[in-house]
């Protein structure tokens, strides 16, 4: 039984009927560094149950793990709305819409992530909030208190660097998936368009309901991939303060003086999630392929 199991698993991850391979062809199959990784998280899951100081580090560093999820699923849900808005965008006939969103891609993509980081958290939204003053302001005056006066007492500091956070991933996130859907948009063919308007349809109803269904069913495995690539940057907003399993693992070090317990158990963290996560999203890859 559970010989059969194991060649179903085989199987159904890499696509190949184990009892029509050769030996050598066998040998080759075999995902070795699957095993590898396999060999090293059970290696490190005995070390720290069985070594003091692994457990102090696990116990502390865990901690942090409900932040860096929150923050890269927040962050992420977000940056499919700006994506979706930005890649339609670029597919606009409106050149004002279509430079707009143009310009919104190349300048993400031309600044180094930590670089936007700061800036979106330390310049853009205190910007953001001197502005929403101003506006408070003009409604006051206008005898709109109930609307102007929480603007114009906003503070800076009211902002906590967790939402600073999630709001720079979302919008440096926001300009790769804008890419990602424009690909899987043109990636219909224009006769499904042709066709969603000779039955009536509007251009809107059209994406809504014939194109943007067939064109999110493409790019999904892309938006996965990119969802494991969000986790692994998330440790970037550390440099932020925000309390994730990186800036955790930073004050334990340098608290304890044990790096190799902390790094080791952070690393081995940060891997465990991303496998996990990369075999769901090839599970749901060759599922649309069936169908």
Do not use: C
């Not at 939402?163 to 440096?172: E, F, G, H, Y």
């Not at 300009?175 to 809107?204: N, W």
Request: no cysteine; hydrophobic share 55%.
């Amino acid at each position: 039984m559970l010989n059969r199991l194991s060649l179903k698993w085989f199987e159904a991850i890499f696509g190949v009927s184990w009892p029509s391979l050769r030996l050598g062809a066998r040998l080759k199959a075999i995902p070795w560094w699957l095993i590898a990784i396999a060999f090293i998280a059970i290696y490190t899951a005995i070390t720290i149950y069985s070594r003091p100081t692994y457990r102090q580090a696990f116990d502390f560093i865990k901690v942090g793990l409900s932040i860096t999820l929150t923050t890269t699923l927040f962050a992420f849900a977000i940056a499919l709305v700006l994506g979706l808005i930005t890649g339609l965008g670029r597919l606009s006939n409106n050149v004002i819409i279509k430079n707009a969103a143009t310009l919104y891609i190349e300048i993400v993509r031309g600044i180094p992530m930590l670089v936007l980081i700061f800036y979106i958290a330390l310049v853009g939204m205190p910007g953001v909030v001197s502005g929403l003053n101003q506006l408070g302001r003009w409604l006051t005056g206008l005898g709109v208190t109930g609307l102007g006066n929480p603007l114009s007492q906003l503070e800076n500091n009211a902002v906590s660097m967790g939402v600073r956070a999630i709001v720079a991933l979302s919008i440096t996130y926001g300009a790769f998936l804008a890419e990602v859907f424009r690909a899987g948009i043109q990636s219909i063919p224009k006769g499904q368009m042709e066709a969603a308007r000779s039955l009536g349809m509007t251009y809107g109803q059209a994406m809504r309901f014939v194109i943007l269904p067939q064109a999110v069913r493409n790019i999904l495995p892309a938006l996965g991939n990119d969802f494991i690539s969000m986790l692994k940057d998330s440790s970037l907003v550390s440099v932020l303060a925000v309390r994730d399993i990186t800036q955790v693992t930073r004050l334990y070090a340098a608290r304890s003086f044990q790096y190799q317990e902390a790094y080791t158990t952070l690393a081995v963290m940060y891997l465990t999630m991303t496998m996990v996560l990369s075999f769901i999203v090839k599970g749901i890859e060759k599922r649309l392929h069936r169908v």
